[in-house]
């Protein structure tokens, strides 16, 4: 059950760590948001998110709540050792974990970092 939890270890929470990944990181983008990717030392995987354009709070929470949960029932399929920010632009309204899992694996798939 160990697997499918999301301990804070695994978030981006530093502004420095955020700026790192958009410099050095490659960008992937999607339909109304973006991925970008940076190699990290660390052998696990982290998820950063930012809400850009998206008005009220409770649509901006609920984004990166369904984001949040993509990203921890999913993360295994993702490429290891990576920092992953995931930028949202205005008119993304995912409505369930399935949505998004679609959208990102197909972006994935296309960059070639995930079997199609």
Same mark, same amino acid.
């Given at each position: ?5 999301? &301990?804070?270890? /695994? ?12 410099? %050095? ?16 030392? $660390?052998?696990?995987? /982290?998820?950063? #998110?930012?809400?850009? !354009? ?5 649509? *901006?929470?609920? #984004?990166? /709540? #369904?984001? *949040? ?10 490429? %290891?050792?990576?920092? #992953? ?8 309204? &995912?409505?369930?974990? !399935?949505?998004? %899992?679609?959208?990102?694996? %197909? $972006?994935?798939?296309?960059?070639? $970092?995930?079997?199609?």
């Amino acid at each position: 059950m160990k697997e499918f939890t999301l &301990p804070k270890v /695994r978030l981006l929470t530093k502004t420095w760590e955020y700026d790192r990944v958009y410099r %050095q990181g490659k960008r992937l983008r999607g339909h109304n948001f973006s991925l970008i990717l940076a190699a990290n030392e $660390l052998g696990g995987t /982290r998820l950063g #998110i930012s809400v850009h !354009g998206v008005k009220k709070a409770v649509q *901006r929470n609920r #984004i990166k /709540r #369904i984001v *949040r949960e993509f990203y921890r029932l999913h993360r295994l399929l993702l490429p %290891q050792a990576f920092d #992953i920010v995931f930028t949202v632009r205005p008119g993304f309204t &995912p409505a369930t974990p !399935g949505a998004v %899992q679609g959208a990102v694996r %197909q $972006l994935l798939a296309k960059a070639g $970092l995930v079997p199609a």
